[in-house]
């Protein structure tokens, strides 16, 4: 009996260490229903996960290394901020002025960047909408499913996705590789919206695979366009409403 109990022990307290080992392994602290918030100005070594709570970091904060994740729950990212991926699945994701993050991601939430931001990865959400505050860099791709993106003279080293969202690139904004609108085998209500606004370019190919309304600036540069006929405008904006 005695020997039965000690087995039964050591095998319980295996079974306890193993989460354990595994947060020390993942570098991460990790919480269930609770909130996660990281003081203005403090210096971390790694990230945290929850499962239903919000995840604040405040300003001038800085992650060394590690992720953070929630499920149920909005990302608000304070103005110079230095920190790895963030990602949610029901929430938003918010990024404050000069920060420079890893990817960030989403399912039902938009993902909204201020001036200066500096996204070291991409930019994921499938029903909300990206936006990119003035002077932001995105070194990797932006998708999104059913929502628009909206970049306001900024710099996409990547490429633009979208299936029933439109897209605005606004004063300048520059993307390296391709846009891209993909079809849906779901009943179209309407046809997507693309602006190409002035002095904007697009250096690889725009490639549509269903039907959208396209509109480039006479001031705008862009590689080859599959899929659809351009329609050229000079003034500030498109000659028909937009939206």
């Known amino acids: 009996m005695i020997s039965r109990l000690r087995s039964f022990r050591t095998t319980l307290w295996a079974v306890i260490a193993l989460p354990v080992l595994f947060i020390v392994g993942c570098n991460m602290n990790v919480g269930v229903n609770s909130n996660i918030k990281i003081a203005a100005g403090a210096k971390v070594t790694q990230g945290s996960s929850t499962v239903n709570g919000n995840i604040d970091i405040g300003d001038s904060a800085a992650v060394s290394q590690g992720n953070f994740r929630t499920v149920n729950g909005n990302i608000r990212i304070g103005s110079s901020v230095t920190m790895q991926d963030a990602e949610t699945v029901n929430g938003y994701v918010k990024v404050g ?58 710099t996409v080293e990547g490429g633009l996705k979208n299936v029933n969202g439109g897209m605005e690139l606004k004063n300048g904004t520059v993307v390296n590789g391709d846009l891209i609108v993909e079809d849906t085998t779901k009943p179209k209500t309407h046809d997507p919206i693309i602006i190409i606004g002035p002095d904007c370019e697009v250096k690889g190919s725009l490639i549509f695979k269903r039907k959208v309304v396209l509109y480039v600036h006479d001031s705008a540069k862009v590689g080859p366009i599959e899929g659809a006929e351009p329609i050229a405008y000079s003034e500030d904006e498109p000659p028909e409403n937009a939206e």
């Open 97 to 154: 002025e000069a920060s420079v993050t890893g990817s960030l991601s989403t399912v039902n939430g938009d993902i909204t960047l201020a001036d200066g931001v500096v996204v070291n990865g991409s930019l994921r959400t499938v029903n909300g909408e990206v936006e990119t505050g003035a002077k932001s860099v995105v070194k990797g791709d932006i998708t999104t499913v059913n929502g628009t993106i909206t970049l306001d003279s900024s």
